[in-house]
């Protein structure tokens, strides 16, 4: 099997494999900001993204939530519908004018019988990003605020629809509130960590929008400071109380 290219780090389904599996699926097309799906409803098969982004939200309380992944080209969502009598585990939405593929679960049983080699890159994918999902814990609970934000930021980095053409992330009012989602931290810690960052050069402000400096200085901002322990880390305790705050 061919391994797919990565989008945030996470391999995804290939082009061959995508028509392999949409000579089963529904095609739909989704304008930006529409609710696929809601928390709690009952939830039947699989989604893969073709085209666009679309973000899982958690509601945390009014007004605010947490985003354990967003899906881009290749890669799925709602693979809680496989299971038997299942209630969906997020809000799916999406953040700009996409395309899914659903695989409903009687269609996903034959797609296993009849194209059993497509079927195991597809359940090779759903292992992958629930790899990406244990990490992504591990670091809510286990890193600091701005630790968080930067891995957040080289994860947005290789999303080309978060980047302008030199690869540096640009985040606008809504992609703002997003990385605190994403983060799972409080708007004033976040911006205190981008004001740190605006001083050491990370972070360019143009008006109301941040210009992010390349993931490779990133990466090593984040490298240098676990290494000289500047980024205390706190205990699992204080992580999660810290995101959900």
């Not at 995508?18 to 928390?39: C, D, K, M, N, V």
């Not at 593929?101 to 034959?110: I, P």
Request: proline share 2%.
């Amino acid at each position: 099997m061919v391994v797919g290219e990565t989008v945030s780090g996470v391999a995804r389904l290939t082009e061959s494999e995508r028509e392999a599996l949409a000579t089963y699926a529904a095609r739909a097309s989704w304008p930006a900001g529409f609710a696929i799906y809601q928390r709690g409803a009952a939830a039947d098969g699989i989604f893969v993204v073709i085209r666009g982004r679309i973000v899982l939200r958690s509601r945390v309380r009014a007004g605010r939530g947490f985003v354990p992944w967003i899906s881009t080209l290749g890669e799925t969502f709602g693979s809680e519908g496989l299971a038997q009598n299942a209630r969906y585990a997020t809000d799916a939405r999406a953040d700009e004018e996409s395309e899914t593929l659903f695989l409903s679960s009687g269609r996903f049983r034959s797609f296993v019988r009849e194209q059993p080699q497509h079927a195991l890159a597809l359940m090779n994918q759903l292992m992958l990003e629930r790899t990406a999902l244990l990490d992504k814990l591990r670091e809510l609970t286990t890193l600091s605020v701005e630790q968080r934000l930067i891995a957040t930021l080289v994860r947005m980095a290789s999303n080309n629809t978060f980047t302008r053409e030199d690869g540096r992330v640009v985040l606008c009012t809504n992609r703002y509130r997003l990385l605190c989602e994403l983060v799972g931290a409080t708007r004033e810690s976040v911006s205190l960590v981008l004001g740190r960052l605006t001083g050491e050069g990370l972070v360019e402000r143009k008006g109301t929008t941040l210009i992010i400096a390349p993931p490779a200085e990133l990466a090593e901002r984040l490298e240098s400071a676990a290494a000289d322990n500047e980024i205390a880390f706190p205990t699992v305790a204080d992580g999660s109380e810290q995101a959900l705050q």
